[in-house]
């Protein structure tokens, strides 16, 4: 693989922090922007991040952006279903084809995730702002690279099992909460040529994306998802600009 600079697009909804003042002052830019933040900190000249958001023309995510993104992160909670369905299959294409997706907390309902998985992607959850502590199950894995076990996560928003995924390809990470339930927050798959994972923790509430353990997370999530491989979907008339070689 050749050796250059990651590109990043990391997508958020920005509704709560746009309509909801308790949110705007824990994230004054949005949550996309604090996970980008936490991205070049931690990433520094290794990464090139930009931001895209539900409100920008075809949501920021135009066929251009997505052929020049390595990895995409999502994050959705409250207008999954203002997500165009032309927007989703391009992105579906685009992760056939290797780019990788980090798909965060409650974007386990988003049609991305759900169209890519197969499966309803339904949980259990309970908002009264309990510890999580999210425990590695696979300490060798380079996503829990200078992770600390646990991670403390002192209030969140508490998912719990059954979660109706299909069977991970890997489990890197079960949440357990102060209420006694466990949920399986950090897995991966693969679809086509491109890697996904999704990690639980991150609810709009609470200052999720500032904690430097989750921001170590996200960054090493980065680094494992780019590119293997970067093609044009068989059947796509799409020809991915700039891939990894």
């Not at 685009?94 to 995730?113: C, E, P, Q, R, T």
């Amino acid at each position: 693989m050749s050796e250059r600079t990651v590109r990043v697009t990391v997508w958020g909804e920005n509704v709560h922090e746009r309509e909801e003042p308790a949110v705007r002052a824990i994230y004054p830019d949005g949550m996309h922007a604090a996970i980008a933040a936490g991205l070049t900190e931690l990433l520094g000249d290794e990464v090139q991040v930009r931001t895209a958001t539900l409100e920008q023309h075809e949501h920021g995510l135009p066929q251009d952006v997505l052929d020049n993104t390595d990895v995409l992160t999502w994050w959705g909670h409250t207008a999954h279903d203002r997500v165009s369905d032309e927007v989703v299959a391009r992105v579906h294409q685009a992760v056939l084809g290797g780019m990788g997706l980090l798909v965060l907390h409650s974007a386990h309902y988003s049609k991305i995730f759900k169209s890519l998985l197969g499966t309803p992607c339904d949980l259990r959850w309970r908002n009264d702002g309990g510890r999580e502590l999210v425990w590695t199950v696979d300490p060798a894995h380079p996503i829990t690279a200078g992770v600390p076990n646990p991670i403390v996560i002192d209030a969140q928003e508490m998912y719990g099992e059954p979660f109706a995924i299909p069977r991970p390809d890997e489990l890197i990470f079960i949440s357990s909460f102060a209420g006694g339930e466990v949920f399986r927050g950090g897995c991966t798959w693969v679809r086509g040529a491109g890697r996904i994972f999704y990690f639980s923790p991150g609810d709009q509430e609470y200052p999720v994306y500032h904690h430097p353990d989750v921001k170590r997370v996200l960054a090493n999530g980065v680094q494992w998802a780019l590119p293997r491989l970067r093609q044009a979907p068989a059947g796509s008339p799409e020809s991915p600009v700039g891939w990894w070689e």
